[in-house]
């Protein structure tokens, strides 16, 4: 959600906090704009507004009370990792994803107590073939019906259900589309979900998963040569291929992310060629409303830090933390990286215990998150490691806008 | 004091900790030594033996429970800042250090309400025509009266009074004694501290102050050039006269410091000509009794910290701190160094957060310590703040040897 701008036009700002018992309906707001500043509107409500650039503090509860959905984007290419990434997320709000019961089962939809995940994917008004005639690959906003992933995302915002089309990723066709019921919070994930700035302005957290093309390669190298048997060749030439328009349509969306998770090769053993230890960068937006970032020891500091060999086992190359303040794209970041692995996962509670404003419940609740998912791929670095405190983010950010409390959920 | 040779040949230890019941006196500890392992005897006494090394666990009290003398050891190179170290040390014991009342205005002695300190360069057995005579250097052990040195310091712990001589810097001659009434803190510096054995394990807590040949030279032609009208050549003749000496006899004791002060040239502007700003290094050994070496955020880690530029004002080249184990000289240090200077002391609070392990007795103390001193030299740098932070250890030295408190100094 942006600017009162949107609010005002598409009508569906309904109340304000409960907190703010003189402003109580939108048109209230929009009256008495004027008389009170942003900042002590901010400071008059402990709640706060989507992305910290709105001029109205609301939480989306709508006039009869009802909850509104909490909007999450996900910007990520395909095979890096988004299914681990949600399933980390939507744990946090209870009950394991599944596509929807008796539905297509080609569905891209994964559903969990208070969460969906829809795959922008299902947006694509051209299907495989329709890609080939035209000559544009998937990545192409020719490609995408951003008119309708708009109108859709508004509607579920809005309380009503939508029926979204699937794009079937078997056959390449598009299917007869699915109902989507408004959930607690929906979780938009796939290539494009910040490219339209009217579907942008619609989501309230946004998240960027930047993998570097050295450890994308590897990855598919791994994934389709080991396991589905193509040639160093062919997986060459795909990423080249899609190279260009990846370059021109999804990277530039990281410029609008809340937060980067960037995945890098390590700068612990020189020259390494395994690119199977990683350098992971969680890039953290300053002044996004609802959202602190997590720091490492201090605040606002630079710091590396090597932990102590005597609390935290660590083989070669070992593991080394950094955390300090930087500009991305012009704006002030706070970034958090982890170089190598951990050997002992339990070890992490040391970790943990000098991280702050991490969003968690209690003292070890990402010690215990990482231990319940172990089997997940990246839980011995800092994929799994910033995943889990992107969850515990997601988990903030809801309760913040909507006032509401959401139970830990114990391993 | 080293190991229970010394003490059972030497006579002097005398009674044990008054929470070690069974154990009351000297030929007592001696009989239980054989039945109680070290260990066991450091857990069941919350006093602590001198420099770690000691078999048994005894207090400095005589039998009549008369406090006897600790002896801290400082070794340095003249014009290298010994007496602003000596001042933050003693003022932590209360009063204001003074050459003796009454005595000979060389004296190199002084003496403040709990503390002594003597320049061992009064234990010179040749004076400034002696050592032209035989072609000997201040620094060579031929110029020294090591045994006259021991008997006196040893004298001097075992509660008596001596006759010091005196080397007057002025005429470089040996001046008549003057007595020396045994205080509770002896503090002995000059060139040759730890250099012979008998005296080194008379000391209690050792401090060596390193100055790198980088900065000492620039010391020295800003006081020698500057304010005493040398030449350049002079000088760094008289430091290259110096300096096989210093290398064969000074600087080889630092591997027998409990703490070693280095300063070094800082490493925050590149090819630095003015060695002005500094880059101090406290080496703390591991494993010494009654000294916890200071740390940075985590016991143990290795980490760099460049301080919130938010929370501590600090122009070019800024501040840079370093805490991280090593080794030296073959055994376990912890190192904790600073590189810059501080803009507002008064934000040193903000640093003194972030270090624990301290021995402050309140949080600030250290802050307070470095205020008070603020026209010291080296008070807006490393030097200070590792003068004031070893200060502190030395009166945890004192109280955990005596089983005494000492009340902390109002600023």
Sequence with gaps: MRPGTTMATTGHLTSASKRMSFVRSAGVVQHRMGMVSQRMHQRMSSSCSSRGRSTAVVTYASASGEQKTIVIGLAADSGCGKSTFMRRVTQLFGGDPEPPKGGNPDSNTLISDNTTVICLDDYHCLDRYGRKDKGVTALAPEAQDFDLMYEQ?????????????????????????????????????????????????????????????????????????????????????????????????????????????????????????????????????????????????????????????????????????????????????????????????????????????????????????MLKNTAFPGSNNGTGLFQTLIGLKVREVYEKMTSKTVESVSA
Tied chains: 1, 2.
């Excluded at 328009?245 to 992310?257: R, V």
């Excluded at 490492?296 to 102590?308: A, H, K, N, R, Y």
């Excluded at 190598?340 to 419940?361: P, R």
């Design 153 to 369: 995302i508004k509607a579920i915002k809005e309380g009503k259900s939508v029926e979204k089309p699937i794009y079937n990723h078997v056959t390449g066709l598009l299917d007869p589309p699915e109902t989507i019921v408004p959930p607690k919070i929906l979780i938009v994930e796939g290539l494009h979900p910040f490219f339209d700035e009217r579907v942008n302005e619609l989501i309230d957290f946004s998240i960027y998963l930047d993998i570097s093309d050295e450890v994308k390669f590897a990855w598919k190298i791994q994934r389709d040569m080991a396991e589905r048997g193509h040639s160093l060749e062919s997986i060459q030439a795909s990423i080249e291929s899609r190279k260009p328009d990846f370059d021109a349509y999804i990277d530039p969306q990281k410029a609008k992310a809340d937060v980067i998770v960037q995945v890098l090769p390590t700068q612990l053993i020189p020259d390494d060629e395994e690119k199977k230890v990683l350098r992971v960068k969680m890039i953290q937006k300053e002044d996004v409303e609802c959202f602190d970032p997590t720091y490492l020891f201090d605040e606002g500091s630079t710091v590396s830090w090597i932990p102590c060999g005597r609390k935290l086992t660590c083989s070669f190359p070992g593991i080394k933390f950094f955390y300090g303040p930087d500009t991305f794209y012009g704006e002030n970041v706070s970034v958090l990286e982890m170089d190598g692995q951990f050997d002992k996962l339990e070890e992490l509670i040391y970790v943990e215990s000098h991280l702050s404003n991490t969003s968690a419940k209690f003292y070890g609740e990402i010690t215990q998150q």
